[in-house]
């Protein structure tokens, strides 16, 4: 034996394989403990800007720490400036909700570290993205043809589908790319006033440029006005433009209001342009039969995104990108020579369906989820949540001295606080700013806010697992103890 320099692993610490038992035990104990109680918490934590910073040593320790010393750092330094998206009372942005089963499977992700680039680099990876993706397809009730990818995030996917959607204009820009060329009118891109900016993002990114993304006016109940969108279009390109796709949203950002999917792929169809469906919070709504109908016409897109990871009990990071036809991402995204591309038949190689080469295992913890809670328990949640939004709607519509200023479609609720003897917009700012400040305050609630037709307004968003009508209950007697304390 000897001597043998393979005998020792680079690891510059010794007995890792024990230490890591222990620590995993604690952190298994930690990560139950939090999870039965996060409310334990404030939810937004009392900090200002540089608090945490100024606790963190500015340089990188040279020597190696023990394990046990930065547990106690992160529960130290790192957990007083969480804020707690698990907490109860997070109802701000988009309330999202994990899960354990989502824990477990994030930590064997880790463990197994795997990169999905190609078929070969993990067939079990590569094969279960196929075979979840497909189950998500039947949850939301999509024809066979969709096929799926996992991204990182809804505005990965969108920026994946819009360049794709600029490969079927067929004008070589992935050869050539857009810039100086006298043979190739500006690109067009269009959405409504109410589309997330990860839209004009991807405009800007793809070289479409932000002034190209047109956006659409939308009604009083915040949906896109289609025939503006047709007629925009051929005005574009009478004016020499070259439009080619359409981004729908079904469940907008501000309001979740669903724009009029049907009549955009009409226009799509006849305009032979891509339609794009933005499903990333509204998509879990979809898979409830009684709210499919708010969704009629997405079976007609071309490619659509939804976000488990925001009302699905999947952890971030993950976004479905769904796909009509997938030749065509590879069209955009593959650099395999033509004569390598593989047939429909053969192995996925999952880096040719868009811009990152090393992809997560993230098929893992969907299959986790959907397994442990069934599609019937995630509906029950989702159910749940649109159930206890109606309710809140209804006793703010019961209160005359607030007004709600959007449909209550899904899980979040627009309102604001409105004597009635005060119209003047700014007073009103003030006064719902001076209440958002009291519901925060509080360490209970975290609420965020948006400004719709220039009012500026307070939402309600509900997407955690643990919020329940106690919450909003609570939530509700609060806002009403507060605006007595405000003065008009
Ligand atoms: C949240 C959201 C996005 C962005 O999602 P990310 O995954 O954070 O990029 C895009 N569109 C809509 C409608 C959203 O609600």
């Not at 501000?254 to 990333?280: G, K, Y």
């Not at 009103?428 to 009012?455: C, D, W």
């Not at 609570?474 to 304390?485: A, M, P, T």
Request: net charge negative; aromatic share 10%; hydrophobic share 40%.
């Amino acid at each position: 034996m000897g001597n043998n320099i393979f005998s020792t692993p680079a690891i510059p610490v010794e007995n890792e394989a024990k230490e890591f038992e222990e620590a995993m035990d604690s952190i298994s104990k930690w990560i139950s403990e939090y999870w039965q109680h996060p409310e334990q918490f404030r939810v937004f934590p009392l900090v200002h800007p540089g608090d945490i910073k100024k606790q963190l040593p500015s340089v990188p320790p040279q020597s190696a720490e023990d394990i046990s010393m930065i547990l106690e750092d992160f529960n130290r330094v790192i957990v007083p400036g969480i804020t707690h998206w698990n907490h109860p009372g997070f109802m701000a942005y988009f309330g999202t909700t994990g899960s354990l089963p989502g824990v477990l499977a994030e930590t064997l992700i880790a463990a197994l570290n795997v990169n999905s680039m190609l078929w070969r680099t993990s067939p079990s990876a590569t094969e279960l993205e196929e075979v979840v993706l497909d189950w998500i397809r039947q949850m939301l009730s999509l024809p066979k043809d969709f096929r799926g990818v996992i991204t990182d995030t809804a505005s990965v996917s969108t920026l994946v589908a819009l360049a794709a959607a600029r490969e079927t204009l067929q004008r070589n820009i992935r050869e050539l790319g857009l810039a100086g060329r006298s043979d190739l009118s500006p690109l067009r891109l269009y959405c409504s006033d109410q589309a997330h900016s990860s839209i004009e993002k991807a405009g800007i990114v793809l070289g479409i440029g932000q002034n190209n993304v047109v956006k659409i006016s939308s009604n009083d109940q915040f949906q896109m006005n289609a025939d503006e969108c047709a007629q925009a279009i051929q005005e574009d390109k009478q004016k020499g433009y070259l439009p080619f796709a359409v981004v729908g949203t079904a469940g907008t950002t501000a309001t979740t209001s669903v724009d009029p999917i049907s009549a955009l792929a009409d226009i799509c169809s006849r305009e032979n342009l891509w339609l794009h469906v933005d499903a990333a919070y509204g998509g879990a709504a979809a898979l409830l039969p009684e709210k499919r109908e708010l969704f009629k016409g997405i079976e007609r897109a071309d490619s659509i995104v939804f976000n488990p990871h925001k009302w699905m009990f999947t952890q971030s990071d993950c976004s479905v990108l769904l796909v009509q036809h997938p030749d065509v991402l590879k069209q955009a995204f593959s650099l395999v020579p033509a004569y390598l591309r593989t047939d429909d038949g053969e192995a996925t190689n999952f880096m040719d369906w868009g811009v990152q080469l090393g992809r997560r295992f993230r098929a893992l913890k969907l299959w986790f989820i959907i397994r442990r809670y069934g599609v019937e328990g995630i509906r029950k949640m989702i159910r749940e949540h649109c159930r206890l939004a109606q309710l809140f709607s209804s006793w703010v519509d019961s209160d005359e001295r607030f007004e709600r200023i959007a449909p209550t479609l899904f899980s979040v609720v627009c309102f604001r606080y409105h004597p009635k003897n005060i119209q003047d917009e700014k007073i009103l700012e003030r006064l719902n700013t001076e209440l958002l400040q009291a519901i925060n305050g509080s360490g209970e609630f975290f609420l965020s806010t948006t400004v719709l037709n220039g009012k500026f307004i307070l939402r309600v968003a509900i997407g955690n697992a643990r919020t329940s009508e106690y919450h909003i209950r609570r939530l509700w007697e609060f806002i009403q103890k507060s605006v007595g304390n405000i003065k008009l």
